[in-house]
């Protein structure tokens, strides 16, 4: 979450704050299967580095 200051301040500078599925005008199952897919990742990302491997 972005802090309370920053955002007023942002916000008075003419950004528009939002959500990544708001910006990409995602449905709610797209924003699922984006969810799974990063975790998925992540997930094989540290077994990797676990395993040693790159």
Same mark, same amino acid.
């Given at each position: ?9 942002? !916000? ?12 990409? &005008? #995602?449905?709610? !199952? ?12 992540? &997930? #094989? ?10």
């Amino acid at each position: 979450m972005m802090k309370a200051a920053k955002r007023k301040r942002l !916000e008075a500078k003419g950004w528009k704050i939002g959500t990544v599925e708001q910006f990409l &005008s #995602l449905s709610p !199952e797209e924003a699922v299967y984006i969810d799974s897919k990063h975790a998925l990742n992540n &997930s #094989l990302r540290e077994r990797r580095s676990k395993a040693g491997s790159s």
